[in-house]
C-alpha cells in the first residue's frame, strides 16, 4: 500500500449562490485544485466526485461523467466516479482517491464534492436531505433532521448536564471562525442571546443551532506520497482514511448521546497514524448542529464523554484553545452543500498544516484532522492529514 | 498491486418485483452471495453499492448505509460506499472493491448492484433515467434514452448498412438465451416479425428494441487471489477492472456510431489483462437497445465496424455460435434493473466460466468478458475475468 499526499486544493465560495450553476462550481473548484497543485488537466488520471442528491436537487444523475466533461477531462477518457453517503459522501470521494492512489490504480487523482442546494425549494430541499435517514422508519413518520439531532441533543443535556448555552456556544464560536473565513457563508458574529432567542426548530435546537443550505464545490489533488515534492514544496500526508457505518436510524443505535460509528472511525484512524487525539493540533468536525460538534469532539477523544459542551464554553475549541475546532467556520458558518462539506474539512485542514490559514491560523499547527457525517451517523468519514 | 478473485455470486430473479422492496432485493442478493461463497456476515470487511437513482424511485439516498444495516453487517461497522453512474453504477461498483482489495485497504468486500425501479409511475422512472443524459442540453430538449439511441441507430444503418432485421436480430436471440435462464425477466421467444411489428418507440427502435424497467439485485465476494483457495475450488480471477469516461452528451461526440470510452475502456482492459479480443469466450454486453449490443461487440474488438449487424444475424453472438453474447438474456431479456445490471453481468460471467450455467453453457469457457454502459457512454466499465 503506497502512502498519499495532497498537493492541491480548491475551494469555492460557499452560500446562496444564485448565479452560479452546479457545472460552475465544480468546474470553479477544480480548476482551483489544479492550479495550485501546478499541475494541467491533462495530468490527471481519475476522478471522484462526492454528492448526495443532484438527482433531486438538480435532476442530473450520472455526476462523475457530468464533472470530467464540463472540467474537459474527458479528453483523456479518466476513470470518473460519484460515491455518495449522505452528508459524508465529500469524505467519501476524499477516501476513495486515497485508495485509488494507494491501490497503484492510478498516480494523480483529483477527489471532489459538490451540492447546488438552493435551485429548489426549502420544503423539496428538506425532503431531500430526509432521504438521508431511513425514509421508512424516520423521514416517513415525520422525523426531519432537526428533530433527530434535537432527541440527541436532549438526551445529552439530560445525561451530561450540558446546557441550552454551552450549545449555543458552538454557533458563537463557529460564527467567530467564519467571520474570518473568505469563503463562509455566514461572516457576523453572534452572540449566545441571539442564539437562545432565535426561532426554535426542534425542541431544544433553534435556528442558530442548525447548519445552512448551501451551493458549494471543492476539491483536492492526490499522489502518491513519494511523488509529492515534484508538484510542490509544502506536500501534505494522508496519515490515515478510516470509515464506520452503523444503523441508518436512530432508534435502532446503543446510544442517543454517542455516535459510533465516529468513535470506530476515529480509533481506526489513529491506530493507523500510531497517534493519539492528543497529538491532533486542529480538526474540522461535522457541526451539522451545534450538539453534534460536542458528541464529535467526545467521540473522536478529544474530551471526555460530557465534558464536551463546558469545554466549548471554557473556549478550549476556539482559536487560541487547547484544540481549535472548526476554524473554517465548520458547517454551521461556513455553510453545508451536503457534498462538498468532506471536501472543504480536508481543504481547511490543509490550508492550516500549510501555514496559510490567515486570519485564522493555529499557530504551528503539524496534524489535523477531519470527521464527516452521513445521517445521524449510519456513515462517519475521518481523516488525519499531516505536515 | 494484488490480484483479485471473485470467490461468491449472488442475484435476485429481476422482473416486477411488486412483493418485495428494495430493502428485501439488495438483502436477497448478498446472502446468495455470501452462501454461495461460504462466509459470514462477519468477514466482511468492506461494501460496495452501486445504485443509480434510489433518491428518485425510492425517496432513499444514504444507500450504503441502508445496505449495510439491514444486511446485518453493521455489527462490525464496516464501511460501506454507494458508487454511481448512471446505469454503469453497478460495474463502478466492482471496480471499487477490486480497487479496495488491490490497494489492500481491505480482504473480504462485497461488491452489489441494486435498482428498485417500479415503485414509481412510467413517466417518472423515465425521467428518472433521462437524468442519466445531460439534463440541460439532452433532457430539457425532450431527448429521451430511446431518442438518442434511435440516432445511433439511424446513423449505424447510414454508415455501415445495418437493416432493421439485424437489429431485431439481438432481441431474438437475446430472448432465447433469457428463455434458458431462470433469473430473467422475459423468458419467452421471440421473432424478427415480431420485434419488427412491435409498437414504434423511435424510428427505427420498436419495443422489442429496448430494455426494460427492471427490478432486482446482484453482488459478488472479492478476496485477494493468494487466499482465494482458502474459501473456493473454483475462485475466478480479474485479470483487468477498467472504466473510461465521454462527453455525457451524444452530440458533443466524435463519432454517432462509435462509443468512444467503450474502445478507451477495452483497449486498457486487454492491455492490462495481455489479451485479446480473440482471447475471450464470452462476454456480456450493455444491450439496453439492439443497436447497442451492436456497437458494442464492434467497439470491444469482437468484429470490425459495420460487421456486427451481419454476425448477428448469422447466428456467431449466439449460444454456440463464434462468440456467445449475453447468455443471460442480456439487458434486454434478462432486464435492466440499473445500478445492479453491471454486477449481474459478472454473475453471469462467474457461472459460465466454472462451468455452472446448465442450459446456457458455453463449453469450455476459460476468460469471460463484462461491458457496462452509463447514459449513452459517458462512462464505460470493463472486466475481464478467467478461471
Known amino acids: 500500500m503506497r502512502d498519499v499526499a495532497i498537493i492541491g486544493i480548491g475551494c469555492t ?26 499541475i494541467s488537466g491533462a495530468q490527471v488520471e481519475a476522478l471522484y466526485g462526492g454528492n448526495m442528491s443532484s438527482g433531486i436537487f438538480v435532476e442530473q444523475e450520472h455526476v462523475g461523467a457530468i464533472i470530467a466533461d464540463y472540467s474537459g477531462l474527458v479528453s483523456n477518457n479518466i476513470p470518473s466516479t460519484r460515491v455518495e453517503a449522505a452528508c459524508a459522501s465529500g469524505g467519501l470521494a476524499l477516501r476513495s482517491g486515497v485508495i485509488a492512489v494507494a491501490s497503484q490504480y492510478h ?9 447546488k442546494m438552493t435551485d429548489v425549494g426549502a420544503e423539496k430541499a428538506i425532503d431531500a436531505l430526509a432521504s438521508a435517514a431511513d425514509r421508512e422508519w424516520e423521514a416517513a413518520v415525520g422525523a426531519t433532521f432537526p428533530s433527530l439531532y434535537a432527541m440527541m441533543a436532549r438526551a445529552h443535556m439530560h445525561e451530561f448536564g450540558t446546557t441550552r448555552q454551552q450549545l449555543a456556544q458552538v454557533a458563537v464560536k463557529n460564527h467567530s471562525h467564519g467571520a474570518l473565513n473568505p469563503r463562509a457563508q455566514f461572516r457576523n458574529r453572534i452572540t449566545i442571546d441571539m442564539v437562545t432567542s432565535s426561532p426554535l426548530v426542534a425542541d431544544p435546537l433553534r435556528l442558530y443551532d442548525c447548519s445552512p443550505i448551501t451551493d458549494g464545490a471543492a476539491a483536492v489533488v492526490l499522489v502518491p506520497a513519494e511523488r509529492a515534492r515534484e508538484f510542490t514544496d509544502t506536500p501534505i500526508y494522508v496519515k490515515a482514511a478510516t470509515q464506520a457505518s452503523d444503523t441508518i436510524s436512530l432508534h435502532d443505535r446503543r446510544s442517543l448521546t454517542t455516535i459510533d460509528a465516529t468513535v470506530v472511525a476515529a480509533h481506526r484512524a489513529f491506530k493507523t497514524a500510531g497517534l493519539q487525539p492528543r497529538d491532533i493540533d486542529v480538526a474540522e468536525v461535522h457541526d451539522c448542529f451545534t450538539i453534534a460538534e460536542i458528541m464529535a469532539i467526545e467521540d473522536l477523544g478529544f474530551f471526555n464523554k460530557g465534558a464536551g459542551g ?11 484553545g ?10 454551521k458558518a461556513c455553510g453545508h452543500p451536503v457534498g462538498a462539506t468532506g471536501i472543504k474539512q480536508a481543504v481547511e485542514i490543509v490550508e492550516q498544516l500549510r501555514g496559510e490559514a490567515n486570519k485564522r491560523q493555529v499557530d504551528g499547527a503539524e496534524i489535523g484532522l477531519t470527521h464527516n457525517v452521513g445521517g445521524t451517523g449510519g456513515t462517519v468519514v475521518v481523516h488525519i492529514l499531516s505536515r
Open 13 to 38: 465560495k460557499f452560500g446562496e449562490m444564485w448565479h452560479k450553476s452546479f457545472r460552475d462550481l465544480f468546474i470553479e473548484a477544480g480548476i482551483l485544485a489544479l492550479e495550485d497543485a501546478g
Open 322 to 331: 487547547k484544540i481549535p475546532i472548526n476554524t473554517s467556520g465548520g458547517l
Open 310 to 320: 463546558p469545554a466549548t464554553l471554557d473556549g478550549e475549541t476556539a482559536i487560541g
Open 107 to 115: 498516480d494523480v487523482v483529483i477527489s471532489a464534492g459538490i451540492e
